[in-house]
């Protein structure tokens, strides 16, 4: 009988332990935002968005539309932006989740987007 037991807790002991070592948690990284200079949306914001995004988001069937004349006020309007909480906010997710790779901003945009949304994501 004691054998039995002892098997018994190795074994279900062993298991506990594979399951807890093997269990895999989706968890995003991003990127350090220590960026010196200021972000300007006209200056590094649109080109970002030209070189990476607008190829897709040129329509309201694809939001946020982020062409030139409108991507400012679709960001506001569509709740992409969490001024208190970049790092959690709609865009970010959007990128980092549920976004084709084909057409991703680089380590280094998304870091200029992040400094952006921290300095209050002004329109300038």
């Known amino acids: 009988m004691i054998v039995v037991f002892r098997r018994f807790l190795t074994r279900g002991l062993g298991g506990l332990i594979l399951l807890f070592i093997s269990c ?5 990284e991003y990127p350090d935002v220590d960026i010196l200079k200021p972000i300007g949306f006209r200056q590094d914001i649109l080109p ?3 070189s990476s995004c607008v190829s897709c988001h040129n329509n309201a069937s694809n ?3 982020l ?3 409108i991507a400012f006020q679709a960001l506001i309007n569509g709740n992409y932006l969490k001024l208190k909480n970049p ?18 901003p680089t380590k280094n945009e ?4 992040l400094k952006w ?3 209050g994501a002004l329109n300038n």
Request: aromatic fraction near 8%; charge should be negative.
């Open 24 to 28: 895999e948690y989706d968890t995003i």
């Open 48 to 50: 970002l968005f030209k």
């Open 63 to 65: 939001p946020p539309v």
């Open 67 to 69: 062409v030139t004349e």
């Open 87 to 104: 790092e959690e906010s709609r865009l970010m997710r959007k990128l980092y989740t549920n976004h084709p790779d084909n057409e991703t």
């Open 110 to 113: 998304l870091q200029m987007l």
């Open 117 to 119: 949304m921290k300095e």
